[in-house]
């Protein structure tokens, strides 16, 4: 826990300045802020030195910007940008003032220059007087320690789906743990029942639960890619497995106790346990792939049959394929074949393809991504394609 110092009156502070007052810039660094790729470290240096074209800038980009609570990289690029994916180039406006994209505070203020036939961003005064100074009282309360910086993109829309959202290996899940039986005997387990595990357990104490895994297979070619387990809830380990012998010298078997912790779907017998990897909730910074990519949405995450803005997708690219974390990538849908009614001879006619959306690669395994659809004009479907922006 630190000690923060909180303002007499209600008026935006620029957490930097108040952070290097207080000596908490070492601790705000540790806080898992990410580093800034070459790439849009090159960008950026190349538009600070000219700006960006006027006509890059959307239709009614402001003059300023006051950064508030609330607000995400993604929402201010698109404030002053016609592609909010473009960021590195929103950053390299003002490079010489904002030198990490990932810390923007609430209470900055952004300029827009516009200037000799281009744009540029400039930080200007914070609220509350002369060097972003505010007059404080003597009330001190108690907080977690935060960078106070603005995310990249609205966070609570993936969060619930980072620990969920998993592609397992063939083998990986049916040779995990798994729930041999109920407490009283129970059907279904509700929060709190207990559960008994049999099978190689480590030291962990918290687990996930899922149901058996399905294969993710390729839109075209029908490859298996990955195997995508239905989330089902966490358990708690509770105490340790037993053996021991009968009084007729065969073998006793005591499984570990569980306690069900979460429940999002029904659990039962059967259902198999896999270990609650270390939650990762830091800044993703939007940014298009540096390579052509191409690719198709293999399903929606739900069982879902359409998807619509900010749901879920699995994309038959991943870390093999040069896909990251933070990519944005371009939905297209695909063109109706129709009759030409206007040639005497009625040809079937395929309409071209036509941009229908905007995905944001929020988790990436070997040969599949999950992606946050970030807009979209229709539904998407399983089997649409998606490229870069």
């Not at 060097?131 to 009282?137: A, E, F, N, P």
Request: with cysteine.
């Amino acid at each position: 826990m630190s000690f923060c110092i909180r303002s007499a009156v209600s008026v935006p502070v620029v957490f930097s300045s108040l952070a290097l007052s207080l000596g908490l810039v070492g601790a705000a660094a540790a806080a898992g802020e990410l580093p800034v790729t070459p790439a849009q470290r090159s960008t950026a240096q190349q538009v600070a030195q000219s700006g960006v074209a006027l006509s890059d800038l959307a239709p009614n980009a402001p003059d300023s910007h006051t950064v508030k609570s609330g607000d995400t990289l993604w929402a201010i690029s698109k404030i002053f940008l016609k592609s909010p994916w473009r960021w590195p180039e929103l950053w390299g406006m003002n490079l010489s003032q904002i030198r990490n994209p990932h810390l923007i505070y609430p209470g900055q203020v952004l300029y827009l220059d516009k200037s000799d036939g281009r744009a540029r961003l400039r930080l200007g005064q914070a609220a509350g007087g002369p060097g972003g100074t505010v007059k404080l009282s003597p009330r001190v309360r108690s907080s977690s320690l935060d960078n106070g910086g603005i995310p990249s993109i609205p966070l609570d829309l993936i969060q619930p789906f980072l620990n969920e959202a998993v592609v397992f290996d063939t083998d990986a899940l049916n040779d995990a743990p798994r729930i041999v039986a109920a407490q009283e005997g129970h059907v279904l387990l509700s929060r709190g029942d207990l559960a008994y595990v049999r099978g190689e357990l480590g030291n962990l104490r918290d687990y996930r639960i899922f149901r058996s895994a399905q294969p993710l297979l390729d839109p075209t070619t029908k490859e298996v890619l990955g195997y995508e387990a239905p989330y089902l809830g966490t358990a708690e380990y509770a105490r340790p497995a037993q053996t021991g012998t009968l009084a007729d010298g065969k073998p006793l078997i005591v499984p570990a106790t569980f306690t069900i912790t979460a429940v999002r779907q029904e659990i039962n017998v059967g259902d198999r346990l896999a270990p609650t990897p270390s939650k990762d909730y830091s800044n993703y910074t939007p940014h298009a792939p540096g390579q052509p990519v191409a690719g198709q949405i293999i399903s929606i995450y739900g069982d879902g049959f359409t998807a619509g803005q900010n749901q879920i997708v699995a994309l038959n690219r991943g870390k093999r394929d040069g896909i990251e974390r933070g990519h944005v990538l371009a939905l297209w849908r695909d063109g109706e074949v129709v009759i030409d009614k206007t040639d005497t001879s009625h040809p079937s006619i395929k309409l071209p393809d036509e941009r229908n959306g905007m995905l944001f690669v929020f988790s990436v395994f070997d040969r599949v991504s999950y992606a946050l659809i970030l807009q979209v004009l229709d539904p998407a479907r399983p089997a649409d394609r998606f490229t870069q922006p």
